[in-house]
């Protein structure tokens, strides 16, 4: 008898072993099962976007018949280079237009001339946002007699819609954009587009080189080399090392290079303009006797 109950309790001990073992591999599978499904939602989610207008600033609402548009950027619009986003408002649902092809065109009204300026396309920021971005250069500001307006034209379901504004175009604080004429006779507009923010470090630069094709066309130049050399004229023009020259990852965009910048203040960023033959356009190297380029840009941080 006592070696039945024995083997009863031993078997009873064994059975729920084996039922707790079962359970715990259920419970294992049921938990991988949901992390796949979980990874797969992430996944897809990814593209959606959490926070669109996350670090940017409505400075424009224009509205016409049929929709408001919303203008944003991500600092105070001024002279010089201005990434811009957009979004479209249909008005009679409030809904926020996802289909729409964008064009635009900035024009600086003068009191015997009008003229455009350099702008990239608008292209979506993600396929299925809300949000439309490019940037525009604003090579001059505006005064008390002279403006800018931006006039937007849009298709939307092969319907064409457009709307117009004036641009408040104040001067910039830094020289971020210079106009001049290369030693080939073209007229040139330089400007200065990140980092927005810069640090004490070798940064990333990203610059846009454009020609004067005529008053309403401002392309990018293909090609070309912009050497960089930062200085600090308040602490006897010293430079910094490990700069590189700005030039182009692909046809049609803007110039990206290295900018060593070793501490805080007022920095004046001096460049040449190289053509892809070596040809110098405009620019000098900085020496004992040159302490600035005739073509510059500055900054201060």
């Known amino acids: 008898m006592i070696e039945r109950g024995i083997f009863q309790t031993n078997y009873c001990i064994n059975l729920s072993k084996n039922k707790m073992k079962r359970s715990i591999k259920n419970i294992v599978a049921i938990l991988a099962i949901g992390a796949v499904f979980t990874a797969c939602s992430s996944s897809e989610d990814a593209t959606v976007p959490t926070d669109e207008l996350a670090g940017l600033n409505k400075f424009k609402e224009i509205t016409n018949d049929t929709h408001t548009l919303e203008l944003y950027s991500h600092r105070d619009v001024e002279q010089g280079y201005n990434e811009i986003k957009i979004r479209i408002k249909d008005n009679a649902t409030n809904n926020y237009v996802k289909d729409a092809e964008i064009n635009w065109t900035p024009l600086m009204h003068m009191s015997m001339m009008t003229h455009s300026c350099p702008k990239s396309a608008v292209e979506k920021v993600t396929s299925n946002g809300t949000l439309y971005e490019g940037y525009i250069v604003f090579q001059m500001p505006q005064n008390e007699t002279e403006y800018w307006d931006l006039t937007l034209d849009y298709t939307i379901k092969g319907i064409s819609y457009t709307a117009t504004t004036t641009m408040d175009v104040p001067a910039s604080a830094e020289r971020r954009v210079t106009t001049f004429t290369g030693t080939d006779g073209i007229k040139y507009i ?4 990140e980092p927005h923010h810069p640090k004490v470090a070798v ?11 005529d008053m309403m066309h401002f392309p990018v130049v293909d090609g070309y080399t912009l050497k960089i050399d930062p200085r600090m004229p308040s602490m006897g023009n010293h430079g910094s090392p490990n700069n590189m020259d700005a030039v182009q990852l692909s046809p049609g965009e803007l110039y990206t290079g290295k900018m060593a910048l070793t501490m805080t203040g007022y920095w004046k960023i001096n460049l040449q303009l190289f053509k892809s033959d070596g040809t ?4 000098e190297p900085i020496s004992d006797t040159v302490t600035e380029s005739s073509l510059y840009l500055d900054l201060e941080f």
């Open 203 to 213: 940064n990333d630069v990203i610059l846009g080189v454009f020609k004067m094709q």
């Open 280 to 283: 110098l356009l405009k620019g």
């Open 190 to 193: 330089v400007a200065y587009a």
